[in-house]
């Protein structure tokens, strides 16, 4: 009977799926580049099969390695979050815990939530993954996150703490320039900031809009930062928070009208972590934080 391949062996091959290279895979795992060559081989005996192939962008992964790629990153995200949840006392928030939002909510709304998180659990350590895909909880690919969309999965503790709403905003200067659009055809004669990846929502919106697209897009990028900064320096009218744009003064918002979505807040985390001190303290911090934004907009959204 063969042995079962060591745990080393999973954790390279998922370093060289991520990498696409025995030296990136090595460098990130702090071994050597034939260590990692050897574990890749000793899988490739265990499951009878090439799993990669070289080609000019580095070694690409055959459909067997593709086939296994997901295994792999459960056994990965699953030692993570055991080494996380062996790190301080299960019974006082201290230790390590790892939040998952989407980039507009951390870079604009969580920092100052984590700024007294800190304060008042200062052994506490917050692990941010900035990312707008949304990450598998049930895999513990994060402990706590933060998500737009209703969770469907049984097995999760979920809250939804409010609603942050969007619309189109330009900078006043760049109105100044070229005059505010006053119904939504009139769109298509600005410069228009929008996302390069079609997404449901640019296909809801182009639905809702005809005529706003990507090729009607002036600018085109998926970072929520980048997009918000365009709009600020004056570049063309965008889509971002209300909550965000009314930090700026010089930010209008423009056709209230055409475009008022509401995006629900929903803090979530597995059931098994409901009894760690450490995770209910950020659970609960993040969903007293969150709800505020959320008051705070609906008052706002309520005077008109």
Partial sequence: MSREPSWDVYRSFAAVLRDRSLSGAARALGLTQPSVARHVAALERAVGGALFVRSPRGLSPTDRALALRPHAEA???AATALRRAGRGSPDAP???VRVSASQAVGVWHLPPILAALRRAHPRLTVELALSDSVDDLLQRQADVAV???EPAQRALVARRVGEVRLGFHAHRDYLAR???PATAAELRDHDLIGPDTETAFTRAAAH???GLDRVAFALRTDS???HVAAIAAGYGIGICQTAVARRDPALVRVLPAALDVALPLWIVMHEDLRGGARYRAVFDALAT??????AA???ITARG
């Fill in 147 to 149: 998500r737009m969309i």
């Fill in 75 to 77: 056994l990965v995200a």
């Fill in 297 to 299: 907009d609906a008052a």
């Fill in 208 to 210: 809702w809009l005809p």
């Fill in 178 to 180: 070229r005059g505010t």
């Fill in 224 to 226: 929520d930062a980048a």
């Fill in 94 to 96: 201290e230790g390590v």
């Fill in 289 to 294: 934080g969150l709800g505020q934004v959320g």
